[in-house]
Every structure is written in C-alpha cells, then in structure tokens.
C-alpha cells in the first residue's frame, strides 16, 4: 500500500494545496519527522507566504477578475489575525506589465501593518517590465509598510525612481539590516540604500543583463536589446552605496556603516575609467590620498569583479582596516591579470618590514584571485602573510596550476604562516593543516576537495538571518 513518502514532490504538492484551508492537518505532517516533508509543507503553514501579480496587456477584462479574485482571498487572510501574525516571509513575483492600481496591489497596500512579524521580503521583477516607477514604488512601499522587515531581495528590477528618497523621508527609518540586489537599476529600487540607515549587509550583483534575462525568462534577444540601453552591461550599484547620499547628506554612506558588502558582475574587463572597478580604486585612492581612513565598521568584502593587479593592489590598499575579518576577490581575467605584476606588487609591500599585512588585524580568510604559486611569488609572499595574526584561511584562484603541483606550496604557506588551518585552490583542492603539539618538524597536510565556504557566495534572502540568528 502506498504511503504519503512514496509520491514525487509534485503529486505531495498538490495535496499540500487542497489541505492548505486546514491549518490542523498540515500540523499534523509538519509533526511526522521528515525533512522532505517538513520543507514541502512549510509555505503552507503561513510562515513563507507566494503572491504572484500578473498582467497580460492583451487581456484587460481578464486581468482585472484574477486581481478581484486575488484581493477577496488576501482580504479573507488577512481577516485572520491568527494566520497574518504567522507569517515571517513574504515573498511577491510581478508577471507582465505591472499595475499598481490592480485591486489585489491595492489589497495588500492596506494590509502591510498586519504583517506584525515579516522579516523577510523578496520582490521578483524577471518576467515584468514596461512599469515605468510602478515596480520601484512598490518596493519603496514595502520597506515603508513592513514595521518589522529586516531583509529584502530584489530581482531584475530596472525601472528607474528618481523621488524615492523624497518620498521616503517622511517616513521614520525602517529597521531593514540587510538588502541584496540583483540586476536592478540603481535609481529604481527607490533610493532604499540612502534611506536605510541601519544596513548592515548590502549584496549587490550585475553584469550581462542580456545574458541574465535570458536565462531566466522567455525573453528574444531583440525584445532585450529594445528593452534595455545596454543589454551587456548593468551596473551593480556600487558607486551608489561609497559616497554620503545627496539627497540626505547628514547620514553616512553605506559603505562606512555596513559589515558585510558583496559586489558581483560578470561584466568583462574594462579598460575605460567609467568602469565600477576603475570607481572603487578611485574612491579608495581618494580616501588613502586624503587619509579618511579605512570603513569604521566593515567586516566582510567580497568582489567577485574581473579585475587587473593595479585594481586590486588600490582596493586591498582601502579596505586594509584592523576590524576586517573577511577579504576575498574572486574574479580572474587571466588575459589582464599580469603575474608579474602581481610579483611587482608583493615586491612593494615587502619594503619597510613586510609589515604590510599586520594592519589586518581581524583577518581570519583571505581569498586571492591567482594562483599564488610561481617561484617568485612563494619567494617572499608566505612571508608576508604570516604578519597577518588572525590569518586562518588562505584560499587561492585555479590558475593554470595542476593538482600535482599543489602540494609543495601547500607546504611552504603552512609551514611559513603558524596560524593557518588551511590552504585552498578554488575547484581543486583545499589542504588541512595538522600541527602536532610536541612534535618537532614541518606541520602534516590533509588533502580534500575543495568547497567555497558560503560566505563567499550570493546569500539573498532567508541565509543571512538564518546565520546571524546562529551566531547570537
């Protein structure tokens, strides 16, 4: 006889939905022990609430009944006092072109205040353009309506909104921690990075927006390309989040009050200053140059761009702090990164001591976008890093490098920096340290595969509270 675990996901799926009016027996599968179970069944329970805004432009008549429909179902829910204050994720797709007039938009307008407990926001704009400011209002609106919001994710939003900070500054400042972004226009998720004053983690990702779209929607090409200006290049928003915001100039910009910041794009090497990479080496030679010091509160920095030594000698130079913990560039570009400049650059830091890395005194992980393993750079660079006190684990790019040839540095960066636990090459191996207390002679390796510990990686939303909640 066939048991509830015998059937696909699709086929529990459906019964999940027939039993969703039954709060009682959805309790009861949540209760059986299983985590498949448990995870199909959660959105269920009201704690991840899906709401999905169609509009098909051909089909007014229609569109307007399914958002009736839609209204009277998030009017009936939200009449549950019970239901609405179990809700912890609300997570908003935008189909078609978007309304913001639509009943159902209108319906959840006037309900935000309910959802007492949200702390979890995601908005979908993939499948839907054509909404001139309708899409960034609307997020602007959650922000604002959301009293317990602490973080947002934002996709494919690229309409622009010049008035949001206007707007939004006559609201108090919501408590929003955390916003990840994904090929969004900067003007056009509402000027939530200047009004956001508490934020504390910003995820900010563009790139080939031509190739984004189209690996996610139905999009042709030549609907692309009339959609968009530059369908090669979206930026990722960083200028907008380094300087004091204009329009409230007595709040600090982002970057000297966050902890964690993750710029990613897929855009090609640029040899043109109006690159975002050329911007961040400006900004930090600008901050060296006037000695504005290093960001007070910055922890963790991730940029996953395509970038040259001289941007990475300028930006390793700016972000060098005491309270950093975390440092990786994960870009490689191996026609721009120029070994040899690379040696130049470690060549420069050795003057004076080689004390150039004991500034960072927090770093515990490094990772590095070579491969860190021609004879000139293994001459002096372990050296170098050992004068970093905290330096746990050191992470390197593939390079050209082959397995076989790993294990010698391996043993040099192990043997030369005595805090280290491990030494990694991206998508190939990572070598575990084992010292032996009492035991003279070089420390042992153990070698594994290799795996991208997860702050490296894109967290949107949901991870990052999950580990913040862990950690406290």
């Known amino acids: 006889m066939a048991v509830l675990l015998d059937l696909s996901p699709e086929l529990i799926t459906a019964i999940l939905e027939y039993l969703a009016p039954v709060s009682e027996s959805l309790d009861n599968i949540c209760l059986v022990g299983n985590h498949n179970l448990l995870t199909l069944a959660r959105p269920y329970t009201w704690r991840e609430i899906n709401i999905t805004f169609r509009n098909d432009r051909r089909q007014d008549r229609k569109n307007q009944e399914a958002s009736q429909a839609l209204a009277d179902r998030l009017h009936g829910f939200c009449c549950d006092s019970t239901k609405v204050a179990a809700v912890r994720s609300l997570n908003i797709t935008l189909v078609g072109v978007f309304d913001n007039r639509a009943p159902a938009v209108l319906e959840l307008f006037e309900n935000y205040q309910r959802f007492v407990n949200v702390t979890h926001a995601s908005v979908c704009c993939i499948r839907s353009n054509?909404?001139?400011?309708?899409?960034?209002?609307?997020?602007?609106?959650?922000?604002?309506?959301?009293?317990?919001?602490?973080?947002?994710?934002?996709?494919?939003?690229?309409?622009?909104?010049?008035?949001g900070p206007e707007i939004m500054a006559d609201h108090p400042i919501p408590p929003l921690r955390h916003l990840a972004v994904r090929f969004c226009n900067t003007e056009g998720v509402g000027g939530i990075w200047s009004y956001c004053s508490n934020l504390q983690v910003v995820e900010m990702a563009g790139g080939r927006a031509d190739r984004f779209l189209q690996r996610n929607t139905s999009y042709t090409s030549e609907e692309i390309q009339n959609w968009l200006d530059d369908p090669s290049n979206c930026r990722t928003g960083a200028y907008d989040i380094l300087y004091k915001p204009k329009e409230t100039p007595e709040r600090s910009a982002v970057f000297d009050t966050a902890t964690t910041v993750k710029l990613v794009s897929d855009s090609e090497f640029s040899n043109y200053c109006d690159s975002e990479a050329w911007f961040l080496l400006d900004y930090f030679e600008e901050r060296e140059n006037q000695n504005f010091g290093p960001s007070p509160s910055l922890k963790e920095f991730v940029l996953d761009f395509f970038i040259s030594v001289k941007i990475f000698r300028g930006i390793l130079y700016g972000i060098r702090s005491p309270v950093i913990e975390r440092v990786a560039f994960t870009g490689f570009d191996e026609k721009h990164w120029i070994p040899a400049e690379f040696d130049e650059f470690i060549a420069e830091i050795s003057k004076d001591g080689g004390l150039f890395f004991s500034s960072f005194q927090s770093l515990t992980e490094l990772l590095l976008p070579c491969d860190g393993i021609l004879p000139e750079t293994l001459n002096l660079f372990p050296s170098l890093l050992a004068h970093a006190p905290t330096l746990r684990y050191l992470y390197f790019g593939s390079g050209g490098s082959d397995r076989g040839d790993l294990i010698p540095p391996a043993r040099k960066y192990a043997g030369a920096i005595s805090t280290l636990q491990s030494v990694s090459w991206r998508n190939k191996s990572t070598f575990h340290i084992i010292r032996d207390s009492g035991v003279l002679g070089p420390p042992r390796l153990r070698e594994t595969p290799y795996a991208a510990p997860s702050w490296q990686q894109w967290n949107g939303i949901g991870k990052w509270w999950e580990i913040q909640r862990a950690a406290t």
């Open 130 to 163: 054509g909404g001139l400011w309708a899409q960034p209002r609307f997020i602007t609106s959650l922000v604002e309506g959301l009293p317990s919001l602490l973080s947002l994710s934002v996709d494919g939003c690229l309409d622009s909104f010049h008035r």
